[in-house]
């Protein structure tokens, strides 16, 4: 039985790995983040009541000591870190929560880690939001380029985890994967924004028209790759996991719109592109699928046909949540 600490576990992505790992039911798995435990509607591994998985609330700014005891009394084999401040257009209103929480609290806690001798591989999630605008074949070699504060919080925090790894061969493996959705995900992201407004009557807002070229991919598929990481990836190894193609926003509304029976053109709204708003993130995950055996396995209508069954199945619960983005610093 592996020991497995989550980092960021009520997130979107935490919630549905530490789901992928209670599946297998064979890891001891802690669950750590700073907010309390959220309904079974946004964390899909509380649905099986696992004796194997224990939750601590903790503040990554707050509370590094009491974290550090946790780790040390715990004895990871693995940590896998998810916690972040990871919404982009609210990073300019104040950029510098952004850098204490991805690059300053970090940088305590990895200091800490990397004096420890129990830990396997240390995952930490990174973005290809910090090469900038993702257009051709980016390879994990890429050059960064951020151009928003989120990305430069967390190219700044990869910047460093670098220098452990060569100054003290600390065991990272580090992940960028690329527009992750599906059912469970916070309701203010584009796709289950959009089902809810259309199933409300609401006009979907388009920014810059929608023009914007994304690479959705399913949230399991990358916590598939997530896992096949922290097992089996080289430590000091970039591992990118996107789908095929990229495909613009607009493409992706109209593709739910279709779904739900309602017309395109009478659903959206074109407004204003976001600052800073890149252009395209398409990037290479040669390496993960050679290195890792990994792969996408749920196309992109599979993944928009379960996240519209999703929002109906819960549909008044859902209605008792704001489609607002609120920061916490």
Known sequence: ????????????????????????????????????????????????????????QLDLNKHSSELIELLDSVRPDYVVNFAAQSEVAPSWEHPEH???????????????????DYLKRYVHISSPEVYGTCEGRILESAPLNPTTPYAAS?????????????????????????????????????????????????????HGGGKA????????????????????GKPGSIYHLSPDDGVSVRCVVEMISELMNCDFAACITDVEERQG????????????????DWAPRVSLKEGLVEVVKWI????????RHSLEYVHQP
């Open 312 to 319: 109906d199945g819960n549909w008044s619960e859902v209605n």
């Open 154 to 206: 967390k190219a700044a925090a990869d910047l460093l985890l670098f220098t452990m790894v060569k100054n003290f061969n600390f065991p990272l493996v580090m992940i960028r994967s690329t527009n992750v959705y599906g059912a469970h995900q916070q309701l203010w992201k584009i796709i289950p924004r959009s089902v809810i407004n259309i199933k409300s009557g609401k006009k979907i807002h388009l």
């Open 277 to 292: 708003q890149d252009a395209a993130y398409v990037i290479d995950s040669t390496r993960a699928r050679k290195e890792l």
């Open 213 to 232: 070229v994304k690479s959705y991919i399913h949230i399991r598929d990358i916590s598939r790759g997530e896992l096949a990481a922290m097992e089996n």
């Open 98 to 116: 952004w850098f204490e929480t991805n690059t300053v609290a970090l940088s305590k806690l990895v200091n800490n880690l990397r004096k420890r």
């Open 1 to 56: 039985m592996s020991k497995i600490v989550v980092l960021g576990s009520n997130s979107f992505s935490g919630a549905d790995f530490v789901d992928l790992l209670l599946e297998r039911d064979h890891d001891e798995v802690i669950g750590v983040s700073r907010s309390p435990e959220k309904s079974e509607i946004f964390l899909p591994y509380k649905r099986r009541a696992s004796a194997n998985f224990k939750f601590h």
